[in-house]
């Protein structure tokens, strides 16, 4: 039988440095790099960081994990 809760959620990862420069002040920028993934809730229960490719900032960044 099935549990109440899903093991596999689908997440939001948004670029760490997109809009930001060294102070935390916010730029002008187009816009903000997002991705969609999964994780595993047992195996990965705190915030998933991952590096991937910012179209807007050009270069590969670390993308965190943000809330709904």
């Not at 549990?3 to 596999?8: A, H, L, Q, S």
Request: contains cysteine; hydrophobic residues 25%; aromatic residues 4%.
């Amino acid at each position: 039988m099935a549990k109440g809760k899903d093991v596999r959620v689908r997440v939001i990862l948004e670029c760490n440095s997109c809009g930001r420069n060294e102070n935390g002040v916010t730029k002008e920028v187009p816009g903000v790099s997002r991705y969609v993934t999964q994780k595993n809730r047992h195996n990965t229960p705190s915030r998933l960081e991952l590096k991937k490719f910012c179209r807007y900032c050009n270069k590969h960044t670390i993308h965190v994990e943000v809330k709904k």
